[in-house]
Structures are given as structure tokens and as C-alpha cells.
């Protein structure tokens, strides 16, 4: 194991102090949805929007870089792991019913849980993204999308905290929402979500989210090691129907391959590592580009 740094001693002390749930050298692995990573020198998982703030203020004072991580659905981790903070958002995992259709929920909570939730409560909106498998804060940084579903038209207000400014609450058009990306971020951290929703009979809402289940079951890799749609789609075409054009759907790096059902998913057969993923991703840009002269860009962060 690698030795620990002092500042990162005295940040974990640090946390201690405040009451702050925290881990040594948490295997990353654990928490990706392909399975993969090495540890994270301090694992750090607030509570509350003000322990949040606690996190950051500690990881600045003691000089330590951090990372945010929600469901890990969208992430890939160096075998070797990442020196710093990680801040796991899993612990902000309350879901608040209020009144008109409205509901409060933590940075933390499983996306299609959260779905699934608001379905069985008669409230419509949110139903074609119960296949997304990321965390709600996930789902608001990255502006995660799936058919015609988008987080954005929903949104009445975000409570999010800042390095800089603390705690602040965004309402809806102080937020930017563009294709995979948004205002949040490292600069801005979400803490929890109010979602404005419309009330509807809860069978004809479950109706539409098995469809949209049946539907995403045919046409993606589910209940695999995946980390998503690893590209970007270019301008007007989609990246799944390029990569399948050049004929790579079942490519093997190791232990990780190309997906036989969506060519933009690379999948962990359970004995990969993140360097074969990562080199099955620099393959697969190569391949596309010298076949279409077309530049994929990654949609999967990546840590190092
Ligand atoms: N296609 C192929 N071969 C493949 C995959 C797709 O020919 O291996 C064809 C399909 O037949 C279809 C077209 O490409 O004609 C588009 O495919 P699809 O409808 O699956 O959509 P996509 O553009 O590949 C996007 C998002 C997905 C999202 C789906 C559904 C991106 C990069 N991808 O995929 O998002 O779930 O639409 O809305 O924006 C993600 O971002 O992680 C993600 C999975």
C-alpha cells in the first residue's frame, strides 16, 4: 500500500474532528459501475450540504486536490488510483415529497431510483431516465439525456456549494444546461435538487417507464460492467453507428470489449483493467479516424 502524505494525514485528523465519514485508500472499484480503479487516498462522504462545504474548506487549508463522485457511472479510474480527496455524494440520499408535484432529493440518489420512486407517487416527468445509471448530481452536472428526456425542464432550483462562496441555491435560469455538460462541476458542487413534476395516474406513469426499460434493454449493454456511452455523439451523427461502421463492435483489449449491441459502450468481462480500457478507447479513435476522418471525443471522464 502507498504510504499515506502528511497532508493527508492531517486532513483526515481534520475530519475526524468535524464528524465527517472518511476512508483511507478506498478501492475505486467499488464504486464505478464498470468496476474498475485503484484507491482513493482520503474517501470522503458528506452528509449534508454544510459538511460539503466542511470538505472543502479542510481540503484547500491542507493544499489537497479533490474529485467529486456520484454513482461512478460515467467515470474511469487509473489502475493506480488518484492522491487527493474524493468526495462521494452517496450519503446525500434523502427524497422529499412536497407539496404540487414538487420533490426534493440529495446529490446522491441513484437516478432511476429516484424515478421509480416519483412513479409510484403519481408524479410525471422524469420516467424516460430510469435507465440512466448515474446519481441525481451526476445526472445535473453532466447534463445526462436520454430520448426525449432532459433533467433541465424539470429543475426548479438547485442547492450547491461553491470553494469559493460556500453554500449557494441556483434557480432554474441561473443554471446553463448544454449537451453533456452544464454549470456544475469541481466550481460548483450539487448538494440536492428541487424537481417540479406533473401528477398523473401512477399505472399509466409505470406504463411508460417499462416501455422506456424494454426499450433501453434492446438497444444498450444492460446489467453489465459498463461505463456508459464513452464518446461524445459528433455533430449529427451518433458515435455507436461510426464505431459499428468500422467494424468494431466485439474488439478486445484485454478484458475489455467492444459491446456486441451498442458500439459506444465498452464492456468489462470481469478480469479487464483500466489500461486495457484505455487502450481499447485510443484504438477505437484511431480506427474511426483513419477510416471517417472523424475525431471522437471521449464523454467518459477519466481520472489519473
Ligand atoms: N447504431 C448503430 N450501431 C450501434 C449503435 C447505434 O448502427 O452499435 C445506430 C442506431 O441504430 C441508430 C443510431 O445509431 O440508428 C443512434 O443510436 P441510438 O439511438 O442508440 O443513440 P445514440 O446516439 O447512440 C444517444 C446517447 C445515449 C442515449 C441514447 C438514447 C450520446 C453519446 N449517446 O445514443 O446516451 O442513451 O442516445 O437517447 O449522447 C450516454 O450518454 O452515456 C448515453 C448512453
Avoid at 485528523?13 to 485508500?25: D, F, S
Avoid at 462545504?53 to 486536490?65: D, K, N, R, S
Avoid at 477505437?284 to 471522464?301: C, G, H, P
Wanted: net charge neutral; proline share 4%; aromatic share 6%.
Amino acid at each position: 500500500m502507498r504510504e499515506q502524505g502528511e497532508s493527508a494525514r492531517r486532513t483526515a485528523r481534520r475530519l475526524a474532528t468535524a464528524g465527517i465519514p472518511h476512508k483511507a485508500e478506498e478501492p475505486l472499484s467499488r464504486h464505478t459501475t464498470i468496476g474498475l480503479g485503484g484507491p482513493a487516498e482520503l474517501f470522503v462522504e458528506p452528509r449534508f450540504v454544510e459538511e460539503i462545504a466542511t470538505v472543502l474548506e479542510i481540503a484547500a487549508a491542507e493544499g489537497m486536490p479533490f474529485r467529486v463522485l456520484g454513482a461512478g457511472s460515467n467515470l474511469l479510474v487509473d489502475d493506480g488510483g488518484v492522491r487527493g480527496v474524493v468526495l462521494h455524494t452517496g450519503a446525500l440520499d434523502f427524497v422529499r415529497f412536497l407539496e404540487a408535484g414538487r420533490v426534493e432529493a440529495g446529490a446522491g440518489v441513484h437516478f432511476p431510483t429516484l424515478v421509480r420512486k416519483t412513479a409510484a407517487s403519481g408524479l410525471r416527468g422524469i420516467e424516460a431516465g430510469v435507465g440512466i445509471p448515474g446519481s441525481l448530481g451526476g445526472v445535473l452536472t453532466m447534463n445526462a439525456g436520454a430520448y426525449d428526456f432532459s433533467i433541465g425542464r424539470h429543475v426548479e432550483r438547485v442547492s450547491a456549494v461553491s470553494p469559493h462562496r460556500g453554500p449557494i441555491v441556483l434557480a432554474r435560469d441561473q443554471i446553463d444546461f448544454r449537451y453533456r455538460a452544464s454549470s456544475f462541476g469541481s466550481d460548483l458542487i450539487v448538494a440536492s435538487a428541487l424537481l417540479a413534476l406533473t401528477k398523473d395516474e401512477p399505472a399509466a406513469i409505470k406504463f411508460d417507464l417499462d416501455r422506456h426499460m424494454r426499450f433501453r434493454k434492446e438497444t444498450q449493454p444492460v446489467g453489465v460492467k459498463s461505463a456508459g456511452c464513452i464518446f461524445k455523439n459528433p455533430e449529427g451523427d451518433s458515435a455507436g453507428r461510426l464505431i459499428d461502421s468500422v467494424g468494431l463492435k466485439g474488439f478486445r483489449v484485454g478484458g475489455a470489449r467492444i459491446s456486441d449491441v451498442h458500439a459506444n459502450f465498452i464492456v468489462h468481462d470481469g478480469k479487464a483493467s483500466a489500461a486495457d480500457v484505455l487502450g481499447l478507447i485510443d484504438a477505437v479513435r484511431e480506427k474511426v479516424f483513419r477510416d471517417s476522418r472523424i475525431a471522437l471525443e471521449a464523454e467518459v471522464m477519466t481520472w489519473s
